[in-house]
């Protein structure tokens, strides 16, 4: 069964500054793999995805990731943190399954910006 | 495209009432989800159809949840009786089911059960 972890539960960073989110990944096969965003009281929004070919996938919101299948890593990147980027942030693993998919997500990672 | 849909937004209740909760999916999309958010618990998958027929319902935690799914544009999910415990974020979420794979996520139904 696949599963995902997402070591840190909250990160503070500046704006303006970089911003690396990790989240490791256990599956079998070749991953689906996706990148949430949750601002606070809202829905999940999908900021990107990766399913095969180029390993460095673009987003919305300026955020990127690239998958290590050596390192079952897909962590999300952005070079310049704005204020309204602080959410919190799940990735997920999905499998193809015979009736339809299947995500299961990481535990998230709060992320907090300070001006 | 009107997104997922949910209804209500806001839900209070007193323990040992009856509970529903409502989506509409995105029209055209054939899996459709359940989700249950909590602070200690975090995203738990609760059941998914897939051309309106149940799955997978092992996450549903106890027999007091039970989820319909009647037809494409619509599914329920209801708790009877409620217990504070069930206090949560329910979220429900679509997409195209064998296809690529990518969840679209409704504004969830805030639920307090006191």
């Known amino acids: 069964a696949q599963s995902v972890t997402q070591p840190d539960i909250h990160i503070t960073v500046s704006e303006g500054a970089s911003l690396e989110l990790r989240c490791n990944y256990s599956?079998?096969?070749?991953?689906?793999l996706f990148w949430y965003v949750q601002s606070p009281g809202q829905g999940l929004q999908l900021l990107l995805k990766y399913f095969s070919g180029d390993t460095l996938v673009q987003g919305i919101k300026g955020f990127e990731a690239e998958f290590k299948r050596s390192q079952s890593s897909f962590n999300l990147r952005k070079p310049s943190v704005h204020w309204s980027d602080a959410a919190e942030y799940f990735c997920a693993v999905g499998a193809m399954a015979e009736y339809g998919n299947k995500l299961v997500f990481g535990a998230g990672t709060i992320l907090r910006v300070k001006s | 495209d009107a997104g997922v849909i949910q209804s209500p937004r806001h839900e209070v209740t007193e323990m040992g009432q009856e509970v529903t909760l409502r989506c509409k999916p995105i029209?055209?999309?054939?899996?459709l989800f359940w989700y249950r958010q909590t602070m200690m618990r975090g995203l738990e998958l609760l059941i998914y159809f897939n051309n309106n027929v149940p799955i997978d319902d092992s996450g549903m935690p106890e027999d007091r949840f039970s989820a319909k799914m009647p037809n494409a544009s619509f599914s329920t999910l209801k708790i009877q009786p409620s217990e504070p415990r069930d206090s949560a974020v329910y979220f429900c979420a679509s997409s195209l089911g064998l296809a690529a794979g990518e969840q679209f996520f409704g504004p969830g139904t805030r639920l307090t059960v006191l």
């Open positions: 029209s055209g999309h054939n899996s």
């Open positions: 599956y079998g096969a070749t991953p689906y």
